[in-house]
């Protein structure tokens, strides 16, 4: 009986003593865990314990795998032409003298104030919050190796490239029919420098052979984008004799070479292409030809450019299955021409998707954003000027009939006739040509 007792009063005393020491260096350990500790069950405890530390690490190794890669988005904005005639920049100069409360002096063009916030306040903000924005610079910034100039042959003033860049613009183009305008590559070697000296990638330009093969790519979030561009032509200008320079016109072997190359660095690829009729809504046989071999080629995107009228976009899809997204023409961005069909024209926006599971690249949420370039007729300054003033960019959706009969384009119709579907300009006949052109699928639902 007292070695029982001894026994029993030993196994007491132990317990005193290891309890107080496991509770103290196991905290962490749930209490339903830890019910009854003895000499004899330490062990399993000590199993337990193992048991408990694994299933935490297999539950946090199961969040880990639940998580879903996310897809990676980007925004592209595609503005078109950008053309200056003399109306535009005189505009400018004299709302900048306004401003400072002076006289306006028409004398030195090259090296006078301008004010081109205004013509651009209403989409400014669309331009900035596109991750990649591009834009056709119709009119090249010559510098002061030629008079500031409108039709035929553009020089424009180098603040407008200061304003370009100021909005946001990624990607500029250059090669278009007044590429050289200047007689020789001076204005283009001038337009050149001016935006690639602040950051702004120029395509279209190709000082000599080997240029050809670089490649233009933008990288955002770990997707890259190439840019190619190609034009009919020069309006008859060329190349001096001696020149080194290429003319990216529409080419079969130079299309087919550049479009290689940009497959074997970029991810995404997307060619401007200035091409069509003036003035004509109808997409001709050479446009149709290029987009389809551009199709085949893999290009993502094609964004059409010169006729100042918006013409159809579409999803055209290769044999192999491979869908490319083609808009003929964008229209103007800004001008000073005078037919109410030059006033109507869009932005292009769509989202390069990245999936997070697979990797797979496309285009999705192609957006046709219909704009208008309003000016109001006022007085001439010069030969070379129309008259046309408070030139300003707007949504078509804000636009009102109030504005339309104040637009300097009516004047013209008294004369010439109108332009647009179903009769003279109006907030009306501006909609109904937008329809009849762009297919519902890509317009904003209130044009649907």
């Known amino acids: 009986m007292s070695q029982i007792f001894l026994k029993t009063t030993a196994l007491i005393l132990s317990l005193f003593l290891i309890i107080p020491f496991v509770s103290s260096c196991s905290t ?22 193992e048991n408990i530390s694994s299933d935490f690490i297999v539950s946090e190794s199961s969040e880990e795998e639940s998580i879903v890669p996310q897809d ?41 104030k301008y004010d081109f916030n205004y013509i651009y306040e209403n989409v400014s903000d669309e331009i900035k919050n596109a991750d990649i924005a591009y834009i056709n610079q119709e009119t090249l910034i010559g510098g002061t190796s030629g008079v500031i100039s409108g039709y035929p042959c553009f ?20 090669a278009h029919n007044h590429m050289l305008d200047s007689g020789d590559t001076r204005y283009l070697e001038n337009c050149n420098k001016v935006f690639e000296e602040k950051g702004v990638d120029v395509i279209g330009y190709y000082p000599d052979e080997a240029s050809t093969e670089n490649i233009t790519v933008i990288e955002r979030e770990g997707i890259k984008i190439a840019f190619l561009s190609y034009t009919y032509g020069t309006n008859g200008i060329p190349l001096p004799q001696n020149s080194q320079f290429v003319i990216p016109t529409f080419n079969e ?25 003036e003035d004509t809504f109808g997409v001709n046989s ?21 006729p100042h009228v918006i013409q159809p976009m579409e999803w055209m899809t290769s044999v192999s299955g491979k869908k490319t997204l083609v808009v003929y023409s964008l229209g103007n961005f800004v001008s000073g021409m005078v037919g109410g069909m030059n006033m109507l024209a869009g932005m292009l926006s769509l989202d390069i998707v990245k999936n997070g599971e697979t990797g797979a690249i496309s285009i999705e ?24 003033r408070n030139f300003k960019i707007c949504y078509l959706s804000d636009y009102t009939q109030e504005q339309a009969e104040t637009h300097g384009v009516c004047i013209y119709e008294l004369a010439h006739g109108t332009t647009l579907i179903n009769g003279k300009f109006s907030k009306q006949t501006l909609t109904d040509t937008l329809v009849k052109y762009i297919p519902a699928e890509f317009l904003p639902e209130e044009f649907r």
């Open 253 to 277: 072997s130079l299309i087919k070479k550049q479009v290689a190359l940009a497959k074997q660095v970029a991810d995404v690829i997307i060619a401007s292409c200035h091409w069509g009729y």
């Open 28 to 49: 962490e350990i749930p209490t339903d865990n830890t019910s009854v500790i003895s000499i004899e069950n330490s062990e399993v405890y000590s199993q337990q314990s």
């Open 155 to 174: 020089n424009s003033p180098k603040p407008l490239a200061d304003k370009v860049i100021d909005l946001g613009f990624d990607i500029v183009n250059v």
């Open 365 to 388: 949420n192609p957006l046709f954003i219909p704009i208008v370039t309003h000016y109001e007729k006022k007085s001439a300054v010069a030969f070379d000027d129309t008259g046309f």
């Open 72 to 112: 990676v988005v980007l925004s592209f904005l595609a503005c078109p032409d950008n053309i200056f005639h003399p109306s535009v920049y005189y505009d400018a100069l004299e709302r900048a003298a306004r401003n400072d409360n002076r006289k306006t002096d028409y004398s030195d063009l090259h090296n006078a």
């Open 286 to 306: 050479e446009q149709k030809k290029y987009a389809t071999l551009m199709c085949e080629l893999g290009v993502d995107v094609v964004l059409g450019m010169h």
